[in-house]
C-alpha cells in the first residue's frame, strides 16, 4: 500500500510504503492481515525501514490507533530495522491512523479494532479497588466466622448481695424441706444469677 506525494522540497518522488501480510489462523478459524514493514522512499531510493509491532486485525476488520510511531513517547510501535541504514534519522509518527489492506467494501473501513491497550490506567486502577475491597470482605468473614458462642462462655456464680441468706445458721444448707399435703419439696435457699463473658 503506497502513499504517493510527489516532490516535497529536496525530497523527489516521496513515497510511502506499507507492506501488509494476510495468514489464517487455526485457532481463531480466520485470515489476519498485519502490517510488516513501513518504508520511505525519496529520490527513487529506499532510505529508511522500520519494522511494524503489534499492527494487526481481522483481516474483515480495519485496524485503527490514535498514534502510530517510531517515538518512545508514542510506544514506538515502528522500529527501525538497522542501525546501519538512515532509519534513526527520522521520526516518523501517524496521527488518527486506520489501515485496512483487504475485504474493504465501497470504499469504508470496515469495523476498526483498537490499539487501546487492555490495561490501561482506568482499568488498573479499578483491578486494584476490586482486590481491595475483596481483601476487607475476606476479613469480615473471617472474623464472623471465628465469634466465639454466648452459650458456651459463661459462668453461674451465687450472689450474696442481691439475695440476703434467710438462716444464719443454714449457710452450708441449699435447701429446706416444705411440707403440704404430705408431700415433701425443696426450697432452693441460694438465689443464683450468671455473668456471660464475650
Not at 486485525?57 to 514506538?76: F, G, I, K, N, T
Not at 466466622?145 to 444448707?173: M, W
Not at 411440707?179 to 463473658?197: D, P, T, V, W
Amino acid at each position: 500500500l503506497s502513499l504517493k506525494f510527489g516532490d516535497i522540497g529536496n525530497l523527489k518522488g516521496l513515497v510511502i510504503r506499507l507492506l501488509l501480510t494476510t495468514t489464517y489462523y487455526q485457532l481463531s478459524v480466520r485470515n489476519w492481515f498485519s502490517l510488516h514493514r513501513l518504508q520511505l522512499l525519496y529520490n527513487h531510493s529506499i532510505q529508511a525501514t522500520f519494522n511494524a509491532t503489534r499492527i494487526y486485525a481481522p483481516s474483515s476488520y480495519s485496524y485503527h490507533c490514535e498514534h502510530v510511531s517510531s517515538l518512545q513517547r508514542y510506544d514506538a510501535l515502528l522500529i527501525p530495522s538497522s542501525a546501519n541504514d538512515l532509519s534513526k534519522l527520522w521520526e516518523v509518527t501517524f496521527i488518527d491512523f486506520q489501515i485496512q489492506g483487504f475485504n474493504i467494501q465501497e470504499g469504508h473501513f470496515a469495523y476498526a479494532k483498537d490499539c487501546a491497550s487492555f490495561f490501561s490506567p482506568a482499568i488498573l486502577m479499578g483491578l486494584v479497588m476490586s482486590l481491595i475491597l475483596l481483601l476487607v470482605l475476606a476479613y469480615a468473614l473471617h472474623m464472623l466466622i471465628h465469634l466465639k458462642s454466648l452459650d458456651r462462655h459463661y459462668e453461674c456464680k451465687a450472689s450474696p448481695t442481691y439475695f440476703a441468706q434467710v438462716k444464719d445458721n443454714d449457710i452450708g444448707d441449699e435447701k429446706e424441706p416444705l411440707r403440704s399435703n404430705g408431700n415433701e419439696s425443696y426450697e432452693l435457699r441460694n438465689q443464683q444469677f450468671c455473668k456471660i463473658y464475650i
